[in-house]
Structure formats: C-alpha cells, structure tokens
C-alpha cells in the first residue's frame, strides 16, 4: 500500500496549461480505470474532479481533463486560472478494494 | 441533498481511544462502500478504511490494522470508527466520503488531536 507518487508542486501562469502526473503499480493504477482526481483548498473538504480515468462530474469546468498510459495517470488543468490555485490529489482502488492516494501536488498560479 | 456529518472528534490523551461517527441523509445509504480518510495538519490525504454496503467486507491500511475498526448501522444511517491506542501521529481531520470507485461526497471532518 505504497502512496501513488505525484510532483510536490507545479506552476503555472493564467491561461497556460499544466499537467500533473500520478505514478503507481499495476495492483493499482495500471490494473484498472479506477483513477480519480481531487482539488482542495486549504481548510476544504477535497472536490471530485475527475473519476474513472477522464470522466468529469457534473459541475466540473471541461478546462479539466485526464488521461492513464501504463501506471501513469495524468491531470491536466488548461486555461489556468487563479482559482486553479489549490492541492490536487490522485486516487486509485487496487485489486483488493482497497484505496490509495497520491501525496498530493500543489499548484500555484504565477 | 446527500450530506454527511462527521462527529466525535476531539482532544484525546495518548494511549486513548475515540468513537468518531458519520451521520448520512439525502441517499440510500445500504447502496454505498463507505470510506474513512484522514488528513495529519499540513499533510496530504491518507486512506484509511472502507467498508461495503452491507458490512461483509472491510479494509484498512496496513499501518493502521489492529488499532482502528470501521463500522455501519444501516438502520441508523451512520458509519463509525473506533480508533484505540492513539498516538500523536494520529493527530488529523477525519473525514468519511462515499464510494469504493470514486469519492464525490465528503464530510466537513472531525479534528482528532492527540496531545497530553
């Protein structure tokens, strides 16, 4: 049950697109379409963004999309905007029906 | 409107132990896995338990296995977690979320500190 490995933090400015990886096995992330993705602000419940790989829930901007090769999924925020700013974290279910998250990648919006 | 309402958080000694509970309203609570995460200050989302809809399977994450137990009263729509033998790392909001694929709704968390 080891954390799914994402980038401490990445940068963008207003308008540009970022992506943010999520690296883990094939018990997890390459062994099913059961990613999803998550944004929180500081003192917030985390928000679904994105769930089985590239499904965006009602609500969602379609600025946000994602995408899985292998045991890599990714997160891709474009047209970013201030309101971007916030932690994002990645989640997968392993074959177990347990869970694992990411360690979570900050963005901030220069 | 599906809510969930985290409670029994608190101050807690070390060695203590905690019932922290979820109330659900708004969705059929029997049809859902719940879960269990947890958030250390500061720190990122850690997975804790999920239990299925009807409570004939659970899980937990290795590091916690033995000392926290997760639970459900479907007739009571709630959801539990006892948490004994507490030590200052299990210091976080506990949040519980719906869902085994994905987790759409969350609870506002209950802080747990434990301190002497």
């Known amino acids: 049950q080891s954390a799914l490995t994402q980038p401490a933090s990445v940068s963008g400015s207003p308008g540009q697109s970022i992506t943010i990886s999520c690296t883990g096995t094939?018990?997890?992330?390459?062994?099913?379409?059961?990613v999803s993705w998550y944004q929180q602000h500081p003192g917030k419940a985390p928000k679904l963004m994105i769930y089985e790989v590239s499904n965006r829930p009602s609500g969602v901007s379609n600025r946000f999309s994602g995408s899985k090769s292998g045991n890599t999924a990714s997160l891709t925020i474009s047209g970013l905007q201030a309101e971007d700013e916030a932690d994002y974290y990645c989640r997968s279910c392993t074959s177990s029906n347990t869970v694992v998250f990411g360690g979570g990648t900050k963005l901030t919006v220069l | 409107e599906v809510q969930l309402v985290e409670s029994g958080g608190g101050l807690v000694q070390p060695g203590g132990s905690l019932r922290l509970s979820c109330a659900a309203s708004?969705?059929?609570?029997?049809?859902?896995?719940m879960n269990w995460v947890r958030q250390a200050p500061g720190k990122g989302l850690e997975w804790v338990a999920n239990?299925?809809?009807?409570?004939?399977?659970?899980h937990y994450v290795d590091s916690l296995k033995g000392r926290f137990t997760i639970s459900r009263d479907n007739a009571k729509n709630s959801l539990y977690l006892q948490v004994n033998s507490l030590r200052a790392d299990d210091t976080a909001v506990y949040y519980c979320?719906?869902?085994?694929?994905?987790?759409?709704?969350w609870g506002q968390g209950t802080l747990v500190t434990v301190s002497s």
């Open positions: 708004g969705f059929t609570f029997s049809d859902y896995w």
């Open positions: 239990i299925k809809e009807d409570g004939s399977e659970k």
């Open positions: 979320a719906r869902g085994l694929r994905r987790n759409l709704y």
């Open positions: 094939s018990s997890d992330v390459g062994g099913y379409n059961y």
